[in-house]
């Protein structure tokens, strides 16, 4: 049998003014403030080569998400059908991995100031990654 | 002291002629084929909505990335200089997560037909996620 579970660890966490889910939009362009990304300091070589003005993809560790909801009703309507979680962008689901788009607008350190990001203070980063000018995801 | 591992675990695995990582596009636009992606049946429930011409993004965990590099050439062209893995796309970084934009070209079953795909065969799919009309990462 191979193996199926894995283990993925903080590279950093988010500093947010958004302090709950119910304080934070369903997606970024329902409006969503700045905040700064902290990477830990194990993690800050792999920094190098991010300067301000570059967009970056944020994958997130939804810590308050529940995992073992398959279907749900989109935004949470009941009027909506019950809905797979992989066609929609709920953070329940069983990986709750995030993906957030943001611009970083400052360094210091191993602290970037990122935005526009409806991440909730205290979110868990697990990765960071470049937009691509012809990636298959920017 | 808060928790900064979490378990995250397969939920599908990609089936696809490139058996390795030599053979595989370092980009998708470099040239990738299409390729299966096979739910396991725990989490097919989770697939309800997702249809033949969605845009989907599949996160992968790159099972033969090295974990332990922070900083690289990118592309191995030594003449680049050293570079953050958070300032790349590459497959060695902390927590080898992989994002593919793709496309849904035939469902059978737990089965989706997707494509184009630079992901190896036997790849790990932790989470699937519906491209948004304005999602930030889309």
Redesign the interface.
């Known amino acids: 049998m191979?193996?199926?579970?894995?283990?993925?660890?903080?590279?950093g966490i988010i500093r947010s003014e958004l302090g709950s889910r119910e304080d934070a939009p369903r997606?970024?362009?329902e409006g969503a403030p700045h905040a700064w990304l902290q990477v830990h300091s194990a993690?800050t070589?792999?920094?190098?080569?991010?300067a301000v003005g570059?967009e970056?993809?944020l994958?997130t560790?939804l810590?308050k998400a529940q995992r073992d909801i398959?279907?749900l009703h989109p935004r949470r309507n009941k009027n909506r059908p019950?809905?797979?979680?992989?066609?929609?962008?709920s953070p329940d689901?069983?990986?709750p991995?995030g993906?957030?788009?943001?611009s970083v607008l400052e360094i210091s350190g191993n602290r970037l100031k990122v935005g526009p990001l409806e991440a909730i203070d205290?979110t868990?980063v697990?990765?960071?990654?470049?937009v691509?000018p012809?990636?298959?995801?920017?």
């Open positions: 191979n193996q199926t579970t894995y283990t993925i660890e903080q590279i997606q970024v362009y993690f070589e792999g920094l190098k080569g991010i570059h970056i993809i994958i560790w810590h398959l279907k019950l809905t797979g979680v992989f066609a929609t962008r689901r069983p990986n991995l993906l957030h788009r943001v205290g868990p697990v990765d960071i990654k470049p691509l012809r990636s298959a995801d920017s």
